[in-house]
């Protein structure tokens, strides 16, 4: 059975609260349960997607890191003695700035060897800032790598460029705005059987039907309702003051009587137990086949496990929409 938009949007908000937040373990085995149903259907939604948006969020809120600023002198005299550049050349990273921004290449037959351009840099010295430069990024993003991956110990508070013991250790800013690790996603409490009973009251579909009274000793003070969602094929059963079971002996099962169907054959609609010291009881609804047109909902008594076809010698409990 294909998931209804409803279901597919829940399987969406899931695959984006794990790649952001983390999932609770309710939450972890809903989405393993609808991604069980899409892929049997062919409606499974790329989860490679929600990766990388976890990657976005996490490059968007990663500030930025300068470099030291005896890295980027280091940097350029390495530059000026690999290219044999005048030591004019490497004075101050204020001069690499803005001789990068004014070189142009001469390149080709009409450029000979230690030709300057207008700016007064030749080809060979443009080449060689360029690959300075290159060089910088490279030997910057490792410095940020290790910087990131050092133990807290090994920063000084006051060594230039890294972050204290404690802005590692709190994600507070130390002198080098070096961030500390992120904070562990907090898991959300997984809603209640009567929370998510309110939610699916709300849907616009959503009907309640009351237990009809019974002359069956397990239900002869018994009350309670059935809520039901056809749109969502989801519902949930309350009882009050419905008599304990013993689940080694017998259990309860429920029965969705659906107007398509033939009345001799309802829908399964799983099985459940009460315990004595229950006052009040929720059960999901656990339908085995889809629910065109729910006509009636029927509590029966059978053995262990339920079965396939009820002989409904015990039937305490009967919720009908004939009655409404």
């Known amino acids: 059975m294909k998931l209804t938009e409803t279901e597919l949007q829940r399987l969406q908000d899931l695959l984006a609260d794990r790649a952001v937040f983390g999932l609770a373990s309710a939450e972890a085995a809903e989405l393993e349960l609808l991604q069980s149903r899409a892929a049997q259907t062919s409606q499974l939604p790329d989860a490679v997607e929600y990766e990388r948006l976890s990657a976005d969020l996490l490059l968007a809120t990663t500030p930025p890191l300068a470099a030291p600023d005896a890295l980027v002198q280091q940097l350029e005299s390495a530059a000026a003695r690999f290219f044999d550049l005048p030591e004019s050349d490497s004075q101050s990273a204020g001069d690499h700035t803005a001789r990068s921004s004014q070189v142009r290449l001469e ?4 450029s000979p060897a230690g030709r300057r351009s207008a700016s007064g840099v030749s ?4 080449l060689a800032w360029i690959a300075a430069t290159a060089l910088a990024v490279l030997l910057i993003v490792s410095w940020i790598s290790q910087t990131a991956l050092r133990a807290p110990d090994e920063s000084g508070p006051g060594e230039p460029g890294r972050g204290s013991a404690r802005a590692v250790a709190t994600g507070e800013p ?5 961030p500390g690790p992120d904070p562990v996603p907090q898991e959300r409490p997984a809603p209640t059987l009567r929370q998510q009973r309110e939610q699916l009251l709300a849907s616009d579909d959503a009907f309640t039907l009351q237990w009809l009274p019974s002359s069956d000793p397990a239900a002869l003070v018994a009350s309670g309702d059935v809520v039901w969602s056809n749109e969502r094929q989801e519902g949930y059963l309350t009882f009050r003051k419905l008599a304990a ?5 017998q259990q309860y099962q429920l029965w969705i009587i659906d107007g398509q169907r033939d009345p001799a054959q309802p829908v399964d609609g799983g099985v459940f137990d009460v315990e004595a010291t229950d006052d009040e009881v929720i059960v999901r609804i656990d339908a085995k086949l889809q629910v065109f047109d729910p006509q009636a909902f029927a509590v029966t008594i059978e053995k262990p496990g339920g079965v396939v076809v009820s002989d409904r010698s015990r039937l305490p ?3 009908s ?3 409404i």
């Open 123 to 126: 080809g060979r010295e443009s």
């Open 107 to 110: 390149l080709g037959p009409s």
């Open 321 to 323: 929409r004939d009655a």
């Open 245 to 249: 079971n013993d689940p080694t002996m």
């Open 317 to 319: 409990l009967l919720a």
């Open 174 to 178: 130390g002198n080098g705005d070096v």
